[in-house]
C-alpha cells in the first residue's frame, strides 16, 4: 500500500506554546488528508478533513483557530496545535488519499503529543 | 455510515484461525464493509474490504452474509503479530469527494501462546 508519514513520532511541549505536525504522503498524490486524535484506550476521532489548496473542514466541537490545518501541497499537511495545554496531550494520526477510483485511506504512524 | 457492532474483545491461540464478527444492520446498498486494525501506539493498517461477495486476499477473508447484516472477518492462522484492535467500518465509495471513515470501538484480538 501507499506509504505516509508523520514527523515528529513524539514531541513534548510546555503548556502555552505551539506544535507543528507534519503529515506526507511519500508515493503519490493526496488530494485529501484527515486528521484525527485518539486518547487512551479510546477509538480514533476526526478532527478535521482538509483538501489540497482549500480550508479544512472541522467536525463539531473541534476549534479550528486552536488546530490550525494546512494542505498547501498534494504531499504535505500540516497540523498546528496552538496554545497547547495538557489536555491537548493525545495520539493525532493523519491519513491520505489520493482521492482516485478507490478512495482509500492510508495511515500515518501517528505523533504522540503529551505538554506538560 | 452505517453503524457497526462488535465485540469488545476475543482470544485466539497462535496458529488457530481467528474469526471476529461485525454487525451491521442498517448498512445500506452502496456502503461497503471495511476493516482496518491499529496495533498499540500505530496508525491504523488498511486490512481488506467488500460490498457483497465474500474478499480474500494475504492478509485475511472477509465473509459477507446474503442479507448484508453482519460480516467475519477471518485471520486464517494468527500470530502473536496479528493482536490489535480490529475495526469494522461500512463506508460508501465512489462519491466523488473522500468519503470519511468513522470508527466504532473495535474488538480488541488478543493471540496468545
Known amino acids: ?116 | 455510515d452505517a453503524k457497526t457492532t462488535q465485540p469488545p474483545s476475543m482470544d485466539c491461540a497462535e496458529g488457530r484461525a481467528a474469526n471476529l464478527p461485525c454487525n451491521h444492520s442498517t448498512i445500506s446498498g452502496n456502503e461497503y464493509v471495511y476493516w482496518y486494525r491499529q496495533i498499540h501506539s500505530q496508525g491504523p493498517q488498511y486490512i481488506i474490504h467488500g460490498l457483497k461477495n465474500n474478499e480474500t486476499n494475504e492478509m485475511a477473508s472477509l465473509i459477507i452474509t446474503e442479507d448484508r447484516k453482519s460480516s467475519t472477518l477471518i485471520l486464517p492462522h494468527a500470530t502473536l503479530r496479528d493482536t490489535a484492535v480490529y475495526y469494522c467500518i461500512g463506508r460508501t465509495k465512489n462519491t466523488g469527494t473522500a468519503s470519511k471513515l468513522t470508527f466504532g470501538t473495535g474488538t480488541r484480538l488478543q493471540v496468545t501462546l
Not at chain 1, 479550528?64 to 493525532?92: G, M, R
Open chain 1, 1 to 116: 500500500g501507499a506509504v505516509v508519514s508523520q514527523h515528529p513520532s513524539r514531541v513534548i511541549c510546555k503548556s502555552g506554546t505551539s506544535v507543528k505536525i507534519e503529515c506526507r504522503s511519500l508515493d503519490f498524490q493526496a488530494t485529501t488528508m484527515f486528521w484525527y486524535r485518539q486518547f487512551p484506550k479510546q477509538s480514533l476521532m476526526l478532527m478535521a478533513t482538509s483538501n489540497e489548496g482549500s480550508k479544512a473542514t472541522y467536525e463539531q466541537g473541534v476549534e479550528k483557530d486552536k488546530f490550525l490545518i494546512n494542505h498547501a501541497s498534494l504531499t504535505l499537511s500540516t497540523l498546528t496545535v496552538t496554545s497547547a495545554h495538557p489536555e491537548d496531550s493525545s495520539f493525532y494520526i493523519c491519513s491520505a488519499t489520493s482521492g482516485g477510483p478507490s478512495y482509500e485511506q492510508y495511515f500515518g504512524p501517528g505523533t504522540r503529543l503529551t505538554v506538560t
